[in-house]
């Protein structure tokens, strides 16, 4: 079983891109962030002629998240309980549903914008929810292989940032976001970096003043496996080539690539 996530950037604008590589790299279940439309607006069709099934919740042109699956699809759930609320409207940032019988949740962590912005702590408030809601699903089934996916928009470590001076005073690198993440990852394993060591193993790629070409990326795209899972774990890798450019004309690729794993 393979399991990838992927923040997309808009999946109406990167269908092909995205069914393309779900057809290449053989995908049973693929978890979306940034779809970037309404319930009603995604693309089902190019999934179903693949055989996936889709869960999707999205309210606007922000945000957004979905789970395809050709394994199954079933118990879909909006949101986690005691997800925060920002101008007291729900965010689209959480999904669970069971495929194959793993739980997985495409998750989409508030970036936070900046440390003295109310999002850096509506930030924080929200990956302590989610901290409390995974141990509660892992303390009720200690045997279930859950996968905790998504862009995450934190960088655990120095060696995840292609140069740490550059973000000194900036999100994502604050001692907080990343003891929040390791108090995640105390019970649910990043089981990629096992399989991607080192720095340089990037998942993301800003736009801007040619940061691909540069190889100045940043990795906080992340896939964290409760034991039950993470034992299952038999390869995991970035996926780096879908950030390249594709052919003149067609759509530019995500600033993100994928994650994928690969379970006995």
């Not at 055989?51 to 759930?77: L, M, P």
């Not at 999904?95 to 508030?110: I, K, M």
């Not at 038999?234 to 004309?249: F, L, M, S, Y």
Request: charged letters at 25%.
């Amino acid at each position: 079983m393979r399991i990838a996530t992927w923040n997309v950037n808009s999946i109406r604008s990167r269908i092909d891109r995205v069914t393309g590589w779900l057809e290449r790299a053989d995908v049973d279940v693929l978890a979306m962030q940034e779809t970037k439309c309404k319930d009603e607006q995604f693309p089902t069709l190019p999934f179903a002629a693949l055989g996936y099934e889709v869960a999707h919740v999205g309210t606007n042109q922000w945000n957004g998240v979905a789970i395809a699956s050709r394994v199954g699809i079933t118990d879909v759930t909006s949101g986690f309980d005691g997800q925060p609320m920002w101008d007291e409207a729900s965010e689209a940032r959480a999904l669970g549903a069971t495929c194959g019988g793993v739980r997985v949740w495409s998750l989409y962590v508030p970036n936070g914008r900046t440390v003295d912005s109310p999002h850096y702590e509506y930030k924080l408030e929200w990956l302590a929810a989610l901290h409390q809601s995974a141990r509660g699903w892992l303390s009720a089934d200690p045997e279930l292989p859950i996968a905790l996916v998504g862009d995450w928009n934190i960088a655990p470590t120095d060696d995840d940032v292609w140069d740490p001076k550059v973000f000194e005073h900036s999100t994502h690198v604050t001692e907080r976001e990343r003891s929040a993440f390791h108090a995640i990852e105390a019970d649910f394993a990043d089981v990629v970096r096992p399989f991607t060591p080192g720095p340089g193993t990037y998942t993301y790629w800003d736009y801007t003043q040619l940061r691909f070409p540069r190889r100045e990326g940043m990795r906080i795209d992340f896939i964290l496996g409760s034991p039950a899972l993470a034992a299952r774990v038999t390869h995991a890798e970035i996926a780096r080539d879908e950030r390249k450019p594709g052919k003149k004309g067609t759509p530019a690729p995500s600033d993100h690539a994928p994650v994928l794993v690969h379970l006995s």
